[in-house]
């Protein structure tokens, strides 16, 4: 196997929040465990498309495909535009319900590498169609594998399938283990030895292993990872610490500047139609730190700049003077920073929030616009408060300014309330519920089924040619029967004694592969 360069750090693309990678998800189906896992997936990749495909603002999905392995390995879903595609994803996520009732057999010990193998040479394929075409190249693909094997069993699977096979175009490749819930169906062999501690490094490198409970609140959460910023090009903000305040030569002797990444905390209600703040505009420049969400600057565009302004005590600003969406700090793993320094920028970021948060302090910090820089009018400036936690990352939330501030008269209570009020209030808030939390993972508001209604129904030749066949079954097999294809998958080049993988992948991906619109035009596969 090609090893990826995890050393070096002029090998990566730019990776921006509106030029996310490919992903291919592989469902790696085993018996029985496939009959308990397969209800809560389909329903966590339901709630995640509904949400996926509803998100405005910039593309933080772009193209989706679907391979699941059975007895072979099969392409449900060709690489296709996330956004604004619901139907058809819902169409995908209705097939792996239907393998729950028709069973599946022990997968053959080549299908997944063939499964991933085939997904490669797709990516290519629909990459090198953008080339041609002067398109945005798309530089980079992420594969999962979800399993409820033992994962180290199908790492050692991969790497022994994958080891002359080129991965270098593959951004990251995750084993997922599906674990909670089904081990007392599991009939897999006995879990293999631990390898040394030379052969772990070796497989972390290419890799990555995880162990997902089978539940669909543990699914959602994991297929939402796939919303975050991806970019890796350039760090995101600038923390000064050194106060302006003082003198130049002080500053300078002294200058204190942690670089951070900025995180969300949670998807922005006014990036989704029909919720109660989906009439603000998303594509406003805010001049705030919230505008590095808003828009797609420019790789050219420096870091946004924090300035600590003053330190303030943790009760010493009122909860009802802040405002917008909270977002997240921490260090940066911008991969265009020696690793020196980026350790030596972890270690500071460490000490700030360790020493916040012994002397219960928060920083007031200025920001710095986002403007054009043809732009010579002198600009609005934002402030924010800056809150430590006992992770390592810092909260950031705007504050307001004297000049959006409103005029209030807020009288303070005085001593005792009446008694009669009193009894009655203590009687009601005794039959409350007690919380010491609050998990909004247990809190819903029926959004992802007003999500799924407000998309349109399957409309047109595309949907009832494509899927209405898949539906048709004989003798509890797949029919062959499938839509054309677009574009025709490139061969599988075998390698030495590889020849039954070659004949195998043809005849599971033949037929699958398409052009990821909704444009039933064709052009030429290229071989």
Request: aromatic fraction near 6%.
């Amino acid at each position: 196997m090609h090893r990826r360069r995890t050393t070096s750090r002029g090998t990566s693309p730019a990776m921006k929040i509106s030029h996310q990678p490919l992903r291919l998800l592989i469902v790696h189906i085993t018996l029985p465990s496939w009959a308990d896992i397969c209800p809560n997936l389909c329903e966590a990749l339901q709630n995640f498309f509904s949400l996926a495909c509803s998100l405005m603002g910039p593309n933080r999905m772009s193209l989706f495909s679907l391979y699941t392995v059975q007895n072979q390995h099969e392409c449900v879903l060709p690489f296709v535009q996330v956004r604004g595609n619901f139907v058809r994803l819902q169409a995908c996520i209705s097939e792996l319900r239907m393998l729950q009732v028709e069973g599946c057999h022990r997968p053959h010990h080549t299908s997944l590498p063939l499964a991933v193998e085939d997904g490669l040479q797709q990516f290519k394929q629909y990459s090198s169609h953008l080339a041609t075409n002067a398109a945005r190249p798309c530089t980079s693909l992420e594969i999962t594998v979800l399993t409820s094997r033992p994962g180290k069993e199908v790492v050692k699977e991969l790497e022994e399938g994958l080891k002359d096979i080129n991965l270098l175009s593959v951004r990251r490749l995750q084993v997922v283990e599906v674990i909670k819930g089904i081990q007392e169906h599991t009939d897999s062999p006995s879990p293999i030895e631990e390898p040394s501690n030379d052969e772990s490094s070796i497989l972390e490198a290419d890799i990555v292993l995880e162990t997902l409970d089978n539940d669909v609140v543990s699914m959602e959460v994991f297929f939402k990872a796939w919303l975050h910023n991806s970019e890796t090009d350039q760090e995101n903000i600038h923390l000064f610490l050194t106060p302006q305040s003082l003198s130049p030569s002080r500053a300078e002797a002294n200058p204190i500047c942690l670089k951070c990444d900025l995180q969300e905390r949670f998807l922005s209600p006014s990036l989704l139609p029909g919720t109660a703040d989906g009439t603000s505009r998303v594509d406003d420049p805010k001049g705030d730190i919230s505008s590095l969400y808003h828009m797609a600057s420019p790789s050219s565009d420096p870091p946004y700049k924090l300035q600590v302004i003053k330190a303030l005590r943790s009760g010493g600003i009122c909860e009802s003077l802040t405002y917008g969406l909270p977002f997240i700090l921490r260090p940066t793993s911008c991969w265009q920073l020696d690793w020196d320094e980026l350790e030596t920028n972890q270690q500071h970021f460490h000490a700030l929030c360790h020493c916040l948060l012994k002397r219960d302090w928060l920083l007031l910090a200025r920001g710095e616009p986002l403007i054009p820089r043809h732009n010579q009018n002198l600009p609005a400036c934002s402030f924010c408060v800056i809150t430590p936690s006992q992770s390592l990352t810092l909260l950031v939330k705007l504050v307001a300014t004297r000049e959006l501030m409103l005029p209030g008269f807020f009288p303070l209570l005085s001593e005792d309330p009446p008694e009669d009020s009193l009894k009655i209030i203590e009687s009601t808030l005794d039959s409350l519920e007690l919380g010491l939390t609050y998990n909004p993972l247990q809190v819903g508001s029926h959004l992802y089924s007003h999500l799924s209604s407000t998309h349109a129904k399957p409309q047109g030749r595309l949907y009832t040619t494509s899927w209405a066949s898949r539906g048709l079954r004989k003798g509890g097999q797949l029919q062959t029967n499938r839509a054309r294809a677009t574009v025709v998958p490139l061969p599988v080049a075998p390698a030495p004694g590889r020849a039954l993988k070659k004949s195998t992948a043809s005849k599971a991906s033949s037929g699958t592969f398409e052009l990821p619109s909704d444009s039933e035009e064709e052009y030429p596969s290229q071989t």
